[in-house]
């Protein structure tokens, strides 16, 4: 009789641990994709963010003698602004390329409507992304206007304040997404974790009554904490690792490569499972150890 108690009570204590280990892993699994979601997001963000040029132009009225030394002039400038602070990457138009750009986008073959260098030469700049913010973008344009032989820097401002508002409100939207499901993996760990330490209430009792210290008997609970959280945060990475991997491949498409982002992340949903984990144990062991032993039967 006594051997059949003791195997319901192993297999309980087994259905409780694999419980609360799935409850973990699904929840962090869920936390994990937020978090990749957010770190692509935000990458993509910045990629949009470059590809939103600004275009500085030199004098297009030089005498055809002095060809040799403004080439090696707008050639300097070109070194110069590619050392600038604001400036992510920069493209050299020569007055051919520039020619060339313009008959390609009026769909024109010959040489008739216009002589072949009547646009002048430029540089087109790629902003680094803080830099596409209408509060500095004005400043980038200045210092770009700065280097000797740019005569005229020109952008669509609207279209950068569009996508600059755009892009940090889905950015806010999808951070406040996250935080929700922080909040979410709380709240659903703690729970799992409080219906595993109730199903246990009679024992902590027991063990106080029979004058074990209290460090004593939450010293167990918490090394149990630390294994299931441990557990449930692995599983839940390889699950959220294994989707991403599958979900990448399947849409044949290239997401952020940035292992330090990711490596943080990992850390972050590790750190995430075993802290509620061990804080809600504690919470509720210590709930319990200071209950009356009558009111364990209304806890």
């Keep these: ?14 259905s409780s641990n694999i419980t609360v280990v799935i409850s973990i892993a699904l929840v962090l699994f869920l936390l994990g994709l937020m978090g990749l979601i957010l770190i692509n997001a935000q990458k993509y963000s910045d990629y949009i963010k470059e590809q939103l040029v600004v275009n500085a132009y030199f004098d297009e009225n030089y005498d055809a003698k002095d060809s040799v030394k403004i080439a090696k002039q707008e050639q300097e400038a070109f070194k110069k602004i590619q050392t600038l602070v604001p ?3 920069a493209t050299y138009i020569s007055r051919e390329m520039a020619a060339k750009e313009a008959k390609k986008s009026m769909g024109i073959d010959s040489d008739a409507l216009f002589e072949e260098n009547i646009f002048p030469s430029s540089i087109e700049v790629a902003l680094k992304p803080e830099y596409v913010d209408p509060a500095k973008i004005d400043e980038a344009i200045k210092v770009i206007k700065s280097v000797p032989g740019i005569v005229d820097v020109k952008n669509d401002s609207t279209l950068m304040v569009d996508v600059y508002n755009n892009l940090n409100r889905i950015l806010r939207w999808i951070l406040g997404f996250s935080v929700l499901f922080l909040v979410l993996a709380v709240v659903l760990i703690n729970n799992s974790i409080r219906l595993k330490i ?26 149990e904490a630390v294994v299931l959280g441990l557990i449930g945060s692995v599983i839940g990475l390889l699950a959220l690792f294994g989707v991403w991997y599958y979900f990448t491949n399947a849409i044949g498409s290239s997401f952020v490569q940035d292992n330090q982002q990711y490596f943080w992340l990992v850390l972050l949903i590790l750190g995430v499972g075993v802290l509620i984990t061990v804080l809600s144990t504690v919470i509720a062991t210590w709930r319990f150890l200071r209950t009356s032993v009558d009111d364990l039967y209304y806890s």
């Design 1 to 14: 009789m006594a051997k059949s108690v003791d195997e319901f009570n192993k297999k309980r204590l087994r």
């Design 87 to 89: 400036v992510k990457r």
């Design 198 to 223: 109730f199903s246990k209430r009679f024992i902590i009792k027991t063990m106080q009554l029979v004058g074990a210290k209290r460090r004593f008997i939450l010293k167990p609970f918490i090394i």
